[in-house]
């Protein structure tokens, strides 16, 4: 099984930056789809972004595309989300995701980083 720990998250103010990363144990996850998803209150949990488990195919939610940068560096078997340009409606919690086989969805899950960004 894998366990998923986020880390990065913070308080910044609208246009600024922040990187988040998601540490992998219990198994390694270089074959394994990442991803991040994020869910405001009120609201309902959304895609953010999606990598493959060689890097070679990255996915973005539309809201994101051009600001937010979803890497990976499978020997330390961790994943990353960088977000520039922030925007108010980016408040959120951010958690990670694994999918062992794409087709069968997400089946591990970090806890989360909260993301608060000021206007």
């Known amino acids: 099984q894998v366990q998923l720990v986020e880390s990065g998250g913070g308080l910044v103010q609208a246009g600024g930056s922040l990187r988040l990363s998601c540490v992998a144990s219990?198994?390694?996850?270089?074959?394994?789809?990442m991803g991040w998803f994020r869910q405001a209150p009120g609201k309902e949990r959304e895609f953010v972004a999606q990598?493959?488990?060689?890097?070679?195919?990255?996915y973005y939610a539309d809201s994101v595309k051009g600001r937010f940068t979803i890497s990976r560096d499978n020997a330390k078997n961790t994943e990353y989300l960088q977000m520039t340009s922030l925007k108010p409606e980016d408040t959120a919690i951010y958690c990670c995701?694994?999918?062992?086989?794409?087709?069968?969805?997400?089946?591990?899950w970090g806890q989360g980083t909260q993301v608060t960004v000021s206007s």
């Open positions: 219990g198994r390694t996850v270089s074959g394994y789809t």
């Open positions: 995701a694994a999918a062992a086989r794409p087709e069968s969805g997400y089946n591990s």
């Open positions: 990598i493959t488990g060689s890097s070679d195919r990255t």
